[in-house]
DNA sequence: CGTTAGCACTCGATAGCGTTGAGTGCTAAT
DNA sequence: ATTAGCACTCAACGCTATCGAGTGCTAACG
């Protein structure tokens, strides 16, 4: 579809546009050593490219920058994957090489290895629910009437909430519900957490009726919320140098959706596994419609634990972070790959 | 050491400029139905309010704003209550009165409604850490060599570590370990329990050297973390509307700010009880100089537990904020009693 | 003597205008 | 097919004039 040298026209402007952030004229590629045509077979060219819709022009007289399907053909079929050289791979795995024995950890330092790597910004979202099941589940008593529950996954996540008794049971009965559910409902995936709870241990906790309820309660507060603690983030100010950020009203939109967690839940959610490139309007959040997702699933045993991304602009590094998401997201796989033996 | 007319004219102009963040000039003034004198007397006093150092103009020819000093004065003497109608306070009581059964969760409802009623930027501080103490501590094994160390307070937070046990140890040591640190250390004060650990409870694990060093250690980490988890913010991007932030680069020092948590905690520790404001460069962080930070701390039977805080501009509702401020303390400090029964 | 009307003055903001220069598209020559 | 040449376009920049909100000062007034 695409000539050689168009490709290699095409290349060169986005390639010269990601790092200047200005439209690209004809002499100033033709003036590259790598190139050995004048500016006005350039520009045939580029008038050629620009009727295909790879690029675009802001203004007549102004040079041409690259459209949203130039980007895609980019990233699709040009871009030379940022050669993380060794001492960067080095740098990745020496953040990680210290005592991360907690997972939350892990992802939170993964974010923020990202952001600064990059300075774009980068979100990161923990193993799914599916993965993860029931540890233990425990009360500790605080008060007469006022106890903690806490529940352990087998991924070393813990979640708590604090619970105030009803007036007409006593912290005995309470724990003895909670031990028969912890005999029963120990290493039960939690999405499948509730539907047991009702089959299964329904009956058995009949009599204790009105805790039964109050602790089912508590178990589905704690698993609606545990979103919020799945998702980090860091760097999300890094946006702010960028020059397609100079405008306020864009950056507040940015960052108040970047604010919405379930929102962002849903963004990542159900991405194919591997890497995504998601450029510009191709993002289905209005917000983001001047930004590229790149996205990485990470994997263990074929089995897709979680996500990690970065969110800059369009005229963003791809290469580069294309490289870069590759094997931080291997990394991540091997490191979290203990928790599930 | 101000007349009845320049304090009167002084509390005009502060009130025009907080709500039009423009420069007050004499006519507008005048005109105002409560003033009674022409332009010519109220420009000799704002020039007299100038000498003295409540004024400032931006430039010759342009109306006055108030200066740092001028703010100052009209906190300390002029302002009027924001009177919080009934209506007001009922709303803030009943985004409380749902089933808040969890510290953390009205800290950060506490955060979120002074930022939206406010549209300004909240900060809030969970309880100090002296006034908490251990409540439980336990392990729970995930693997053979891998555990969930929890901690709970007496305020029903928790805290957890995932550890992973050193070869030559077994479960059941380490188990018998927490045991005794759990027979010896409950009840006492967090900021105690270092020092406890070392005299009383050192000579009992003697004989479990290598375990004792490794809970310690891991009991250290989670204290020292606690810090991130006790600063909640709300409406960090409510900054962004105010037209004294339309300056990118003004925004990005200003979130980078918010963002270090060791930071924030500096600036709201040590804080004397009561309602407190940093007006402009009062603040010692030169980032917000700009800005004015209103805090309260709120308190149980006169023992401070943590602090509130609102971050706007110097230009900024004094009344309304300070009377939210107030009403609000002292509602966390009825709700969070019950902790402290 | 405090207050006020009048007036010249200041200065940021805004609009209009010519200049500059990077970049284009087209044509004709190679 | 490529390229040199040239007329054309248009944002950006700087300059100037104008406008008007607001001031400071002086003199008049009750």
Redesign the interface.
């Known amino acids: 579809m695409l000539t050689d040298r168009q490709r290699m026209i095409l290349n060169v402007i986005i390639d010269d546009y990601i790092r200047s952030a200005e439209p690209i004229g004809s002499r100033s590629i033709s003036k590259r050593s790598d190139v050995s045509f004048s500016p006005a077979t350039i520009r045939n060219e580029m008038a050629d490219l620009e009727e295909l819709g790879f690029l675009e022009q802001p203004h007549t007289s102004a040079g041409r920058i690259p459209s949203i399907k130039g980007y895609r053909y980019y990233v699709d079929h040009l871009v030379k994957l940022g050669e993380v050289n060794e001492q960067e791979k080095q740098l990745v795995r020496s953040y990680f090489t210290e005592k991360m ?3 939350e950890q892990i992802i939170q330092h993964a974010a923020m290895i990202l952001s600064n790597m990059t300075n774009y910004t980068s979100i990161v979202l923990g193993p799914e629910t599916f993965t993860t099941s029931l ?2 589940f ?1 009360l ?1 008593p ?2 007469q009437d ?1 106890a ?1 529950a ?1 529940i ?1 996954t ?1 991924t ?1 996540h ?1 979640e ?5 008794l009803p007036e007409d049971m006593t912290m005995e009965e309470m724990q003895q519900a909670v031990n028969i559910l912890n005999a029963k409902l120990v290493g039960v995936p939690l999405v499948r957490l509730k539907s047991k709870l009702h089959s299964e241990v329904g009956q058995e906790l009949g009599r204790y009726a009105d805790q039964f309820e109050r602790l089912l309660g508590i178990l589905d507060q704690t698993l609606e919320s545990e979103g919020d603690h799945r998702v980090f983030m860091s760097g ?2 890094n946006m ?2 960028q020059p397609e ?4 009203d864009k ?2 939109t940015l ?2 959706l970047l ?1 919405e967690t379930p929102t962002i839940m849903q963004m990542f959610n159900a991405l194919p596994s591997g890497i995504q490139v998601r450029i510009g309007t191709e993002n289905t959040h209005e917000a983001i419609n001047t930004c590229s997702l790149i996205t990485a699933t990470y994997s263990v045993e074929g089995k897709s634990l979680g996500t990690i991304g970065i969110l800059g602009p369009t005229r963003m590094d791809y290469g580069k972070v294309i490289g870069l998401l590759d094997i931080l997201s291997k990394d991540m796989a091997v490191l979290l790959g203990r928790w599930y ?1």
Chains 1, 2 share one sequence.
Request: charged share 25%; glycine share 2%.
């Open positions: 024995n907690q997972m540890k233990h425990q500790v605080l008060s006022t903690v806490i352990v087998n070393g813990v708590n909430r604090t619970i105030s999300t100010t702010l140098t950020f100079k405008d306020v950056v507040k960052l108040d604010e033996k």
